[in-house]
């Protein structure tokens, strides 16, 4: 007997017959003995039904009644799974955030968990019961519900199999595992059995919509063993309940990776947009100028690339912002360019950036050299790289992210069998 979170996402909820499916997933690893803990989206489409309603109600809504009216829809289809599941037998009951309770900090609409208790999920457990958890809600510490923010299921998800100690943490979704690349770009993209933490934050972050990013960082944190599913698949299948290797890709601690790869995966972050400042004095506090009044206005800064002339009295800062920033981005640069000062502003949109991902780059030399090569071969202009440890982004124009993408999989060997 085990214990398992199985959390699962809005097209999986989507209609009474979909979670009519869930129910027969659900009592699949009833049925084996194990311990159970759901955790449900909203019905597809549904949150942005509701924070359209906010915004018709109110453009400058209270962030605290946001709150009440969006997490509604996660508590419509817990109760609604848990009817289907007592409709087949099992014993199951609906939980809300706050009953649990699931305590987060007073940052409404995007709120972080503080602490969990899971005792007396884990007494439920003991009586043969489901719980079925309303996922992407809290409480506040002014004792009001509190949401996670977009995609924050796969959070409440990760935290909540922490919290019981549970053996393995089930995201069920619309596709069967985490892939080495996009395969709408890519046909030849292979599904991955296992990917280590480490790459799964990398590729969650660079643009792949498989998982979010910080239900990733928990699992990393806390050693959630997570396995990426599809609820798609017939629930009696056979291997479905295979419990040490079920369909799918599991997210695990690189030492459970005994044959690593060099290259994992490539990623892409569509819409990303340039922003040059030149001849800037090359004198300290000038990268403060400039990126604390970004972040104090929440615009998101990636790629950092300084270049200084050859008498280091001047230097250019270049740097990445979402396209969606960008005139945000040019009017607090702009406000403050007597602080800054910069002789010239230069702003560049529809870039795109792709990324190699993978543990192995650590032990092995000439990956970005292979990258580089098989670009230039393509004619691919490369206008900004960043590395870590693990990673080599490269921001390129938007009109050649898909031959990019293509090419660096084919490179690495990703497309082989």
């Known amino acids: 007997m085990a214990r398992i979170v199985m959390k699962f996402g809005g097209t999986s909820v989507a209609d009474m017959d979909r979670i009519r499916n869930v129910a027969r997933h659900v009592k699949r690893e009833v049925d084996a003995g194990h311990e159970v803990a759901v955790v449900v989206s909203a019905m597809s489409g549904k949150t942005n039904e509701l924070v359209a309603w906010t915004r018709d109600a109110s453009p400058m809504h209270d962030a605290r009644e946001y709150d009440a009216v969006v997490a509604s829809g996660e508590q419509v289809t817990s109760g609604l799974l848990a009817l289907a599941l007592q409709n087949i037998g099992i014993n199951a009951r609906s939980w809300q955030g706050w009953q649990i309770p699931i305590k987060t900090d007073n940052a409404h609409g995007a709120a972080r968990i503080l602490e969990i208790d899971g005792s007396e999920l884990i007494r439920r457990f003991g009586e043969g019961q489901v719980a079925v958890v309303a996922g992407f809600q809290g409480l506040g510490p002014d004792n009001r519900i509190a949401t996670l923010g977009r995609g924050g299921s796969d959070t409440s998800a990760v935290a909540i199999a922490a919290a019981i100690k549970a053996d393995r943490c089930d995201i069920y979704t619309d596709v069967d595992g985490v892939y080495t690349t996009d395969p709408r770009i890519e046909p030849k993209a292979k599904r991955l059995k296992k990917i280590a933490f480490e790459e799964m934050l990398e590729m969650a972050s660079l643009g792949a919509k498989v998982l979010q990013v910080r239900s990733v960082e928990l699992a990393m944190v806390f050693k959630v063993r997570t396995f990426v599913r599809s609820s798609f698949d017939d629930p009696d299948a056979p291997g479905m309940g295979d419990f040490l290797n079920p369909p799918g890709t599991l997210i695990c601690d690189e030492e459970e990776i005994l044959e690593q790869e060099v290259v994992t995966g490539i990623a892409y972050a569509k819409d990303e947009a340039q922003i040059s400042l030149r001849r800037l004095a090359d004198r300290p506090g000038v990268s403060a100028a400039i990126f604390g009044p970004l972040a104090e206005a929440h615009i998101n800064v990636d790629m950092i690339v300084q270049n200084i002339s050859e008498d280091g009295s001047k230097t250019d ?56 090569r098989a670009l230039a071969e393509k004619g691919i202009n490369i206008k900004a790289i960043t590395t870590s440890e693990i990673k080599i982004s490269i921001l390129i124009d938007g009109a050649y992210a898909e031959l990019a993408v293509r090419t660096l999989h084919s490179v690495y060997g990703l497309d082989k069998s």
């Open 317 to 372: 800062m270049t740097f990445t912002v979402p396209s969606t920033d960008v005139d945000k981005a040019l009017q607090v640069l702009n406000g403050s360019k007597d602080k800054i000062g910069f002789d010239v502003i230069q702003n560049e949109s529809g870039l795109v950036k792709v990324s190699v991902i993978g543990i192995g780059m650590r032990s092995h030399a000439g990956v970005a050299a292979s990258a580089f």
